[in-house]
C-alpha cells in the first residue's frame, strides 16, 4: 500500500467521533470506544445542564454514569491511539512529533533506529554512524517512511515512562501491581514482587481475552438469530392473506340460492295445500248446493199448488207435499268443511343486522396488523384492527361496526375467549386465547368484518402449535460431570432457577443451571429416585437403599439432615407444597403419605392403587386441593381431595406407564406418558388438551421452571430435555 495512502487511512482511524478531527489525550469508556478528554468532557457537561446523570457512548448508544469529578480524565488512555498520534506527528513533522531518545535537548527526531528501538534526532543519528558498535544498524529517516516501516513504528517496543528510565524498554510484568515494568523499575520498585515475562503475561491474558470475546460472540451469534427469528416474525405479519371477496360473494350467492330454492320449494307445498282445500271446500258446496236444489224443487211445487187453489187439487196432493217435506225436513244435513290451519314456522333463521352505518370508513382499506400466522397454545395473544378512510388514514367513527369469529377449518365456529377493545381512535385491539380443543388439525381460520365487509386479509388461516415446543437438550451417557447413567428425577429451585438430576446409577445429584451448564454434584451412599427443592432452598432427596430414606442439602452440596419418619416404609419419589408439607410415594405400602417437614405429624394417608407397587409420583396442587397420583400399572392418574377420597381418574385408556406428573404455569397437567413415549397435557378435570413427542425413548420425571418452561428426564437416553 502506497505510504500515503496508509497515512491517510490511519488518520481516519485515528479521528475522534465527536470533533472528527485527530484524537488528542485518548480517553476509552469502558465499551472500548475511544474520544479526545476534552470532547468527553464536553459531552457530559451538556448532559448535567439536562440535567441527566448519565451519558451514551456516541458511537455504541451505550449509558455510563458521569464521575463526581469534573473530568473524564480518571479513564484509562488508548495505548493504539496514542501511538497513531505519535507517529502521525512524526510524519506531519509538527511540534507534537515524536522527540529524541538519546540526548537530553527534546529535539525533534530525524531518524529512528530498530535495532536500539530509538528516535534519533539529528545530531544522535550522526554520532550514532560514527561510532563502530552502532554504525551498522538499521535505520530510517522520518521523511522517508516506507509502509512497512509505519507497522514496525507501530509494533515497537514500549519504554519506561519513570524517570531515569525512559531508555528502558517494558520487558516484565508485575503481578502484585497488575503493571508492566522495565529492568530498572522491577528492582528498585517491584522487589520481592512476583515478575514475569511481559510476553509471557500477555500470552496468558491474551488466552483470557480470546476467552471472553468467544462467548461474546457466541451471544452475538445468539443476538443474530434471535434477530433473524424477529425479522421472520415481521415478513409473517406483513404477509397478507388473498382476498377472500370471492368467497365471501359465492357464501352469499349460495345462501340467495338455498333460500330461493326454499322459497319455490315451501310456495310449491303451499300451491299443494291451496288445491287440496279448495277440492274439499268445492265438494262441500256441491253437497249443499243439491240439498238446496231439493228444498226449494218441493218448495215451488208446494206453492204453486197454494196458489193455484183448487180445492180438488189441494186435497188430492196434501199427502204427498207433506210427506216429501217430512222426508226433507229428515235428511241428514250436508257437513260444513273445516279446513286444518296453515302457518310458517321458522326453526332456523338469518340474523340479519339491520343497521345502516353513515361512515368514513372504507373497510377494503382498513387493515389488520399483528395477526400472527403461528401461536402457541393456551398463550394470549392479540391482533390490532385499523379502520381508514378513502386516503388510507387511519379515521374513527362511533358507528362503526367491528366483527371477529374464530372458527376451524371447515368454518364451524369455535368457543374462544375473545374480546374486542374499541381505543376509540380507529383502532380495535383484538384480544383472544388460541386453543386446539375442538379442533381435529392444528389450523383455525380467524375473520374479521368492518361495516359487514371481510379485510383483504380475512379469513386468515392460523396454526395453532402445541403449548410446548422443543428448546436443547443436555447430558451423554457416562459417569463424568454432566453425564448420566439413568437420570430419574428433577427439580428446579424457584429461587435461583438451579436445576437438580438424581443420577440414580452414579449415586448423585447432578446441579446445572438453567441453561443446561454443569454446575457441581452431591455424591450419595446410595441410589436416588427422587428429590425436590424446598422453599428455603435445600434439596430434599430419597435413597431407598440408605439406612436414612430422606436427606436433606444446601444447593451448595453441603449435608443438613436426615428426616426419620415412623410413617413410610419404602419411600420412591418424593414431592414438597409451597409450606414445605412432604408428598410421599410408599411403594411397599402402596400408599401416599402427606407428612409434616420434620417428618413426625402425619397430614394425609391414601390408599392410592389396586396394584402393588404400582404408584410412581404424587403431587398436590393448593390451587384444586387435591393429590394427582400416576399409577403405572393402571394406566391412568388418580385424582383425591384432601382427606384421600378418591374423585376420579384422567387418562385412563389413553396412557400407557405413566410416570411423572406436574402442574405447569396455566394450572394445566403434565403427565410423562412413558410407554407412548410423549407428554400429555390435560386440564385438572382431566379433559385433553394437547401432547408433545420430541424423540423421546423414557420420558420419566417432569418438573416446571418459574418462567413455565418444562424439563423432562430420559432415562433411557440418559439426557434432559427443555422445552419452551
Partial sequence: MDVQQLFKNLRKEAECPLCLETVKDPKTLPCLHS?????????????????????????????????????????????????????????????????????????????????????????????????????????????????????????????????????????????????????????VSHNHHTMVDMQKAADEQKMQIAEALKKVKAEVVIFENEMKHQMELMDENKTQISAAREKMNETVDNCIRLLTEHKASMNLKFDEINQAHQKAHATHLENFQLAVTRLKSSLEQGENILERNINAEILQTKPVIIGRCEDLLKAERPATYEPPHVNYVIEQKMDVVDQVVVSQTDPSLSSVEGLLREVKEQIDTNFVVFTRDSFGRQCYNEDDHIMCEICTS??????????????????????????????????????????????????????????????????????????????????????????AVSDYQNKRIQLFDSYGRYL????????????????SGHIIAVTPGDVHKISLFSEEGQFVKHIDSEHLKFPFHISTDDEDYITICDQESNEVIAISPDGTGLVTRIAASEYDQSIMCAIYHEETACFFVSDSKADCVNVFDENGNFLYDIGRGSLLYPVGLAIDKF?????????????????????????????????????????????????????VYRFD
Fill in 410 to 499: 371447515t368454518g364451524d365456529s369455535l368457543e374462544t375467549d375473545l374480546e374486542i377493545v374499541d381505543n376509540e381512535d380507529g383502532c380495535y385491539t383484538v384480544y383472544y386465547t388460541p386453543d386446539r380443543v375442538g379442533i381435529d388439525e392444528e389450523e383455525i381460520e380467524v375473520k374479521i368484518e368492518v361495516n359487514g365487509k371481510p379485510l383483504d386479509d380475512s379469513p386468515c388461516s392460523v396454526v395453532v402449535i402445541p403449548m410446548y415446543q422443543y428448546d436443547f437438550e443436555f447430558g451423554l451417557t457416562g459417569n463424568g460431570p454432566g453425564q448420566f447413567n439413568t437420570p430419574y428425577d428433577i427439580a428446579i429451585s424457584e429461587e435461583t432457577g438451579t436445576i
Fill in 667 to 719: 394450572n394445566n397437567l403434565i403427565v410423562c406418558d412413558t410407554g407412548n413415549q410423549r407428554l400429555v397435557i390435560f386440564t385438572t378435570e382431566g379433559d385433553f388438551l394437547s401432547e408433545t413427542k420430541q424423540c423421546f425413548h423414557a420420558p420419566y420425571f417432569v418438573a416446571v421452571s418459574k418462567d413455565g418452561n418444562v424439563l423432562v428426564t430420559d432415562f433411557e437416553k440418559n439426557c
Fill in 35 to 187: 474520544f479526545c478528554l476534552v470532547c468527553l468532557d464536553k459531552h457530559a457537561n451538556y448532559a448535567r445542564r439536562q440535567l441527566q446523570t448519565a451519558i451514551r457512548c456516541p458511537v455504541c448508544q451505550a449509558s455510563f454514569q458521569i464521575p463526581e469529578e469534573d473530568t473524564f480524565g480518571g479513564l484509562p488512555a488508548s495505548f493504539h491511539l496514542n501511538r497513531l498520534v505519535d507517529l502521525l506527528a512524526l510524519a506531519d513533522g509538527g511540534t507534537d512529533s515524536q522527540q529524541c531518545g538519546s540526548c537530553e535537548e527534546n529535539n525533534s527526531a530525524t531518524h529512528y533506529c530498530f535495532e536500539c528501538q530509538s528516535f534519533l534526532c539529528t545530531t544522535c543519528f550522526e554520532a550514532h554512524q560514527r561510532i563502530k558498535a552502532t554504525r551498522g544498524h538499521k535505520n530510517i529517516f522520518v521523511k522517508n517512511l516506507q509502509a512497512s516501516d509505519v507497522d514496525k513504528l507501530i509494533r515497537r517496543p514500549a519504554m519506561c515512562s519513570e524517570k531515569y528510565h525512559q531508555d528502558q524498554p517494558l520487558e516484565y510484568y508485575c503481578q502484585d501491581c497488575n503493571v508492566c515494568t522495565c529492568i530498572k523499575c522491577s528492582v
Fill in 520 to 535: 457441581r454434584e452431591i455424591g450419595l451412599r446410595a441410589n436416588c429416585t427422587s428429590l425436590d427443592f424446598t422453599k
